[in-house]
């Protein structure tokens, strides 16, 4: 049985850039980086989300279970946990 390879290793780690790899590891890191602004990003627009349902429907209380099966996030109560 044959192993099958990543399609993009050989383009991202070519043998000439041995022993390095400057240009493989350099966009793992830029690729990594731009993972990690999204993840921020996505975190402050939940919070940004939670803080303005807080302001209209108030804080929910501890018990509270909201409908997210008929209304999904749009429930009321619904907060995105952090």
């Given at each position: 049985m044959q192993l099958t390879r990543s399609v993009a290793s050989g383009y991202?780690?070519?043998k000439t850039d041995s022993p390095l790899?400057?240009?493989?590891?350099?966009?793992c890191?830029?690729?990594?980086?731009?993972g990690l602004?999204?993840?921020?990003?996505?975190q402050v627009l939940c919070a940004r989300t939670n803080?303005?349902?807080?302001?209209?429907?108030?804080?929910p209380a501890g018990d509270h279970r909201?409908?997210?099966q008929a209304h999904a996030d749009d429930a009321y109560g619904?907060?995105?946990q952090l």
């Open positions: 991202l780690y070519p790899y400057t240009q493989g590891n350099a966009i890191t830029a690729l990594s980086a731009w602004l999204l993840t921020f990003a996505y803080r303005n349902r807080d302001l209209k429907e108030g804080k909201p409908d997210t619904f907060r995105y």
